[in-house]
């Protein structure tokens, strides 16, 4: 890999200053423009363009806002300059996410608005996840966009953007045959306090539901070295936390003759000076193994999380998705997790309404929230998606059957998460500093069990800094305290 440049945000520069927004904490929307039409509408379409200008607006999950990190990068690295609305910029682009059905609709109706751009001459580009579902068909839909680029193309970027300033009308890189991961030379970073590493690529446990091993291709590591060099570079630009990512991080195979595992990659990040967090994000329980619970216990600078998906509490149903285990087998690694040294706080992501989810099975999911205690869940109601298995599965459950089982789901969930933050008042954290609370006057950060602190201070606190707080209030969501002077 070439030499990473690390462009921060003026937030970062503005340290001590609570000039954060929470878009550029969330690292995704980049949204200044929420109303494309209407920005457009305001600006005149013949009036010249700086060519090189590009807006870059992001859907979906942490790997599609880091993704876009690395298009910005690579980008400006080209001597493009980012601009905040679409009405500004000679180039247009959407890194958009599939992943349920609501999310397509989404980004279907932001390139609807942007008809309005057609014969202006612009450039606009669909990335990610829906561009490699759909294709080039998007130019049949939405005849106004020039490129379509799938996420295991972007290396191609350079070649398709060449394309495009040649005079090329359409061009697209939809190639998912591919071992090579996107690496850049520049990397925009948009969270001033978290830097994002991704270590593998794709994906290729073929869940019944999901359309990332379609989308994302297959899973390709970075060599070791790689990795740990770029995470040198952040701390050498005054990062103290990072974050692993990758859609089954854990399954990360090292292709060098090093031939580091995963947990042993965490274990070298973690000694990089500097380095004060780590975190990782998402785990597979099929590859989730005792080493990884041992790195955390052996390493504070490992972070005390653990995101571990189960989507159901049914066996039967977790066949039925081919999530590779059981029950069982999955408690049995949340056993692993609750007896290690370290309290190792919790999460998980569950999907409700599987075609053929029974009442029974359905109550299994609850039983297994309340055995497990997760400090947090990203509850999904199934969303029939194109080219996946399950759309061939009979039992669909009614969608207002999905929606009610969704809400007793999060409600029994908000229960636990409010039980179990209660029990942390009177504590004391390490809270890592990431801006201004929405609560006036307050500070936000996070402790390194990843959940939310807002905070009093009497004296001054900077953006990045360690402040030791302690819990005086819980809510389901976060907690509340004050700084220890
Ligand atoms: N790779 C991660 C894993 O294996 O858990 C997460 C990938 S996906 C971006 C995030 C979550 O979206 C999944 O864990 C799953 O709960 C949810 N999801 C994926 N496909 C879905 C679908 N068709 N309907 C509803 N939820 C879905
Ligand atoms: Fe999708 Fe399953 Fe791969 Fe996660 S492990 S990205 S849910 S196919």
Redesign the pocket.
Known sequence: MGTLIDVRLEALAGRGAPAFSPELIAGAAIAACDTPTQSCRTRDPAAALDARTFYLETF??Q?NAHDSEKVAGFLLGRGYRQVETPGEAQLVLYNTCS??EKAAQKVFARLGDMKIMQGTGKWIGVLGCLAQQEGEEIFERAPWVSLVCGSASYRNLPGLLADLEGGNQRVAGLDTDTDETFETELTRRDNPVRGYVTIIEG?D?S?A????PSTRGPERSRPSASVIEEVRQLADSGFTEIQFLG??VNSYRDPSSRRMSFAELLAAAAGVAGIRRVRFT?S?PRDFGRDIVEAIDATPQLCEHVHL?V?SGSTRVLRAMRRTYTREEYLEIVAMLKSARRAISLTT???VGFPGETDADFEETLSLMDVVQYDGA?T??????PS?D?LRLPGAVPEEEKTARLAILMQRQREIQQARNAALVGETFEVLTDGASRREGQWAGRTSSNRVVNFASAGPVLLGEYVPVRITKAGPNSLVGERVI
């Open positions: 979906g999950c790997m992943i349920r994906c446990k869940c539901y999901c359309v990332v859609q089954t998402t597979h998906p989507q992501d569950i999907i990203f999904f109601a199934f969303s029939p998606r996946t399950a």
